[in-house]
């Protein structure tokens, strides 16, 4: 019984130190290393995006102001026309009917014109003569001025009727290519309030133009001149390349958003780029070149209670400067880096002054695996959650 108990006592023994062990050697401590970066020369571009539609610079809807049926088409979709070439012909019966009885109209008044003015002459000779009454003048006045306004007036009705009927005949007012064609042979056309659109034109499809939509809180970053590239679903991975050339003051207001619309040149030689297509665009707004850093560098702030590393105190720590730091690791530890910041696209921030090309830039610290431990890294304890705080790196605005 007794050796029984002393095996028992030996095994819990045993035990506890194994949970001891366990505790103190086998579990692995959480590890963590600096996360440094060269700064590199290079080009930061900020640019705003939108979307559009590529329409022809020069797109015309041909119409008629007449009414009639159309009788003939000589063109059809995607046709090449010139300026001036005949596109489609009306009936011309009624139109040609009301020319020849405005016609008749015009020769009759100038037969009455003809007879009042023999008969102003021959009363104005009596009159002269004493043989008549001023009535009789005034009256004779009065036919041969009636006279004179009929003939103006069935002239210019003649030479209307002689207008609509060259209305019958529709020609291209621009050379170009056919994009639609609304009507066939045989349909009737009625021009009383809007003009039916019969065709549309364009003008040159090697030169097009991207009509994009502009959020109002980019437009006053938009400039004409300045450079654009944009792509079309239809070409995947091919980039097509442009120039803002107009900006538009009338807003569109959709669903209580407002935008702007930006006409971005877009020349087209191998004609790959169809009217109404959507574009992708993306407009450089600023372009500068310097030193640039990844953004997060300027958030970066050590914790000194947590970090084994030295933390060097700065001239700038020193006298409170508030401008914007960066953490710079070297032979003695961290120093602070007082750094005069430039343009920046909420990823990389370019550095006008404070920092070398050759500098060890302190992002930030990752976890690692002790087992993957490598020689010369830097190892310092987990910081509490939330991560280090912001502290003199903040960025600026």
């Not at 003939?72 to 011309?92: M, P, T, W, Y």
């Not at 090697?206 to 400039?223: F, L």
Request: glycine residues 8%.
């Amino acid at each position: 019984m007794k050796k029984k108990n002393i095996i028992l006592i030996s095994s819990i023994l045993l035990a506890g130190v194994a949970c001891v062990w366990f505790f103190a050697f086998g579990k692995p401590k959480d590890m963590y290393m600096l996360r440094t970066t060269n700064p590199q020369e290079g080009e930061l571009e900020l640019s705003v995006t939108a979307s559009g539609n590529i329409q022809p610079v020069t797109k015309v809807e041909v119409g008629t102001q007449v009414s009639g049926i159309v009788t003939r088409i000589f063109v059809d979709f995607n046709s090449q026309v010139k300026e001036g070439q005949l596109l489609a012909e009306l009936d011309k019966a009624t139109l040609s009917e009301r020319v020849r009885q405005a016609k008749a109209s015009y020769e009759n008044a100038e037969s009455d014109l003809k007879l009042a003015k023999l008969s102003y002459e021959r009363t104005k000779s009596l009159y002269d003569q004493k043989a008549s009454t001023p009535a009789s003048l005034e009256e004779a006045e009065n036919r041969l001025a009636n006279a004179k306004g009929k003939v103006i007036t069935t002239k210019a009705d003649y030479q209307q009727s002689l207008v609509n009927l060259s209305y019958a005949e529709i020609y291209s007012p621009i050379s170009g290519r056919v994009l639609n064609r609304a009507v066939d042979e045989g349909q009737t056309v009625a021009a009383s309030f809007n003009t039916p659109t019969l065709f549309t034109i364009a003008n040159d499809l090697t030169k097009m133009q991207v009509e994009a939509n502009v959020d109002e809180a980019d437009i006053g970053r938009i400039k004409v001149g300045q450079k654009a590239i944009f792509d079309v679903d239809t070409y995947p991975g091919e980039v097509f390349n442009g120039t803002v050339s107009q900006i538009r003051l009338e807003p569109t207001v959709s669903a209580n958003v407002v935008t702007y619309t930006v006409i971005i040149d877009a020349p087209n030689p191998d004609e790959k780029l169809f009217p109404g297509m959507t574009a992708n665009t993306t407009i450089t707004t600023q372009s500068s070149r310097g030193i640039i850093v990844p953004a997060e560098a300027l958030y970066f702030s050590p914790d000194a209670s947590k970090i084994k590393e030295p933390i060097l105190q700065s001239k700038d720590q020193e006298s409170g400067n508030s401008s914007n730091h960066i953490w710079v690791k070297g032979a003695e530890g961290l120093r602070s880096v007082s750094v005069n910041v430039g343009e920046s696209d909420g990823v990389n921030t370019i550095i006008k002054s404070g920092i070398q090309r050759n500098d060890e830039i302190i992002l930030g610290i990752e976890a690692i695996d002790p087992k993957s431990k490598t020689e010369g890294a830097s190892f310092f304890p987990k910081p509490p959650k939330g991560g280090p705080g912001g502290g003199p790196g903040a960025m600026m605005h």
